[in-house]
C-alpha cells in the first residue's frame, strides 16, 4: 500500500497571500488529521476531518480551515498568510475516527516571507 | 505546564550506549505513542502503548499508567538512531497531545 503522500513537499509564501496544502491518506483510510510543527510550539494538532465532515478542532484561528472529498484526501488552507505560519505541515491518516493509530505523511514545509 | 512532558530535550551519547527517554503526562489517555522524526521531518511510528511493555528489534517502550509515565529505551545505541523521539498521547479519540521531543545524537 502507498503511504500518505503531501504536496507540495516546500512552498514559499508571502505575508498576506493564502495557502492550500494536500494530504492523500492511506487507500481505505478515511480520516485525516492535520498537524502544525514549529521550533517554538513543536507538534499542536489543527483538526481532524472523517467522512467530509470536521470531527475534531485544535485551538487555531479561523483563518486556518480544512475539507476532505468523498475520496477521503484533504486540503488545508491557511488565508492571509502571517510569518508565524512558517511551519511544517504534516498530515496522519487512520482507518477511521477516533483510530488510535494514526500514519503521518512526509509534511509540506511552508515557509511566509 | 505542558500536559506531556519529556526529558532529557537532548541527548548525547557514544555508539553502543544504552539510552533512555523519559516522558511523564498530566491527563486521562487512551494510548501513548512514541515517533520518531528524521531531519527532513518525515515520522515514523515506533510504538503505540496502552499498558505494559512492547519490543521492536533494539527499541523498547514501557507504560506505567498509575504512575502516568513511559520510557522509550533503545539498546546497542547506533549512529542511525539519531533523530528527534517525540512522545505524543491520545487525549480522547483522535487528537494527539504532544512532548517537546528528545533530540538524540549518537556519535561513531
Known amino acids: 500500500k502507498a503511504g500518505v503522500t503531501q504536496t507540495p513537499r516546500y512552498l514559499i509564501k508571502t505575508r498576506g497571500q493564502q495557502v492550500t496544502l494536500s494530504c492523500s491518506p492511506i487507500?481505505?483510510?478515511?480520516?485525516v488529521s492535520w498537524y502544525q510543527q514549529t521550533p517554538g510550539q513543536g507538534l499542536q494538532f489543527l483538526f481532524e476531518?472523517?467522512?467530509?465532515?470536521?470531527?475534531n478542532k485544535g485551538n487555531f484561528p479561523g483563518r486556518f480551515s480544512g475539507r476532505q472529498f468523498s475520496n477521503s484526501r484533504s486540503e488545508m488552507n491557511v488565508s492571509t498568510l502571517e510569518l508565524g505560519d512558517s511551519a511544517l505541515y504534516l498530515c496522519a491518516s487512520s482507518s477511521t475516527s477516533g483510530a488510535l493509530e494514526q500514519y503521518f505523511g512526509p509534511g509540506t514545509r511552508l515557509t511566509v516571507t | 505546564k505542558n500536559e506531556v512532558e519529556q526529558s532529557p530535550q537532548n541527548l548525547t551519547a557514544q555508539e553502543g550506549e544504552f539510552i533512555t527517554i523519559n516522558c511523564s503526562y498530566s491527563?486521562?489517555?487512551?494510548?501513548l505513542h512514541w515517533l520518531q522524526q528524521h531531519p527532513g521531518g518525515g515520522i515514523v511510528s515506533l510504538f503505540m502503548?496502552?499498558?505494559g511493555k512492547k519490543k521492536h528489534g533494539r527499541l523498547i517502550a514501557t507504560i506505567n499508567i498509575q504512575e502516568k509515565h513511559s520510557s522509550l529505551h533503545i539498546t546497542a545505541s547506533h549512529p542511525r538512531d539519531s533523530a528527534v523521539y517525540i512522545c505524543a498521547v491520545n487525549q480522547g479519540a483522535q487528537k494527539l497531545v504532544f512532548g517537546q521531543g528528545t533530540r538524540l545524537t549518537i556519535n561513531p
Open positions: 502503548l496502552s499498558s
Open positions: 476531518y472523517f467522512s467530509e465532515t470536521q470531527r
Open positions: 491527563v486521562g489517555i487512551s494510548a
Open positions: 487507500s481505505g483510510h478515511r480520516s
